[in-house]
């Protein structure tokens, strides 16, 4: 079965500053995708950024970037520039690629706060 | 397009009722599921549906029932609610095409309260 660990509960970061939240997974799979979602006091789940398996290269959204270790099963997000609107929960979520069935796992979350 | 709509925001349940959480989407997605999220441990996939007709259940699927009779709406059901059961639940929707991206859409969270 795959799973997601997240072993960071809470993490703090001083505003402009940089900070990256850890993510491993495991599967057998050679096909899949990874995930960050930004959960803000709202509750509202908000895509971050994604990352196909297959792709090598780094995926990058504006401030948000991944560092993605498939031999080590890791999947890290790093925040650069933070915004007090940064503050939120993050998860990293995996999904199957093949059966393609929309079905996430889901990491613990942790949670960002971030000093002004 | 409202995306994923979810009814009502707020419930609160006392021990043995039941109620069913509604869920709607407008964006013809195939896929729909649902989701209960507790402290300390994320996400949790309760059951989840890939077109009208068809459901399956996720990981946490005890005490709770669904259908799938269109592809707009996922209603889930409680028919016995129990103080376990006090969560926030997510429903969420995709598109069915292979090949892509699993990316979910998630509706705004029901918080339920069962006493």
């Known amino acids: 079965a795959q799973t997601v660990t997240q072993s960071q509960p809470e993490m703090s970061v001083q505003e402009a500053e940089t900070v990256t939240l850890s993510c491993t997974y495991d599967t057998s799979e050679s096909d899949y995708y990874l995930f960050w979602y930004k959960q803000p006091p709202s509750r509202q789940m908000i895509l971050v950024i994604r990352q196909e398996a297959y792709k090598q290269q780094n995926a990058t959204e504006n401030r948000f970037s991944v560092n993605f270790q498939k031999a080590a099963k890791s999947f890290s997000l790093k925040i650069s520039d933070s915004q007090l609107g940064d503050a939120a929960m993050y998860f990293c979520a995996y999904s199957k690629g093949s059966s393609n069935t929309g079905k996430l796992i889901f990491g613990q979350g942790t949670t960002l706060q971030v000093k002004p | 397009n409202a995306g994923v709509t979810q009814t009502p925001k707020f419930q609160v349940l006392k021990t043995g009722q039941s109620m069913t959480l509604q869920c709607a989407q407008d964006?013809?997605?195939?896929?729909m599921s649902w989701y209960r999220q507790d402290p300390g441990m994320g996400l949790r996939l309760i059951h989840y549906?890939?077109?009208?007709?068809?459901?399956d259940q996720g990981e946490v699927p005890n005490g709770y029932n669904v259908s799938r009779s269109t592809t707009e709406d996922f209603p889930l059901r409680l028919l016995s609610a129990a103080p376990s059961q006090t969560s926030v639940y997510f429903c969420?929707?995709?598109?069915?095409?292979?090949?892509?991206?699993?990316?979910?859409?998630f509706g705004p969270g029901t918080r339920l309260t069962v006493l």
């Open positions: 964006m013809n997605h195939e896929y």
């Open positions: 969420a929707s995709s598109r069915g095409l292979a090949g892509i991206s699993n990316e979910q859409f």
């Open positions: 549906s890939v077109g009208a007709g068809i459901t």
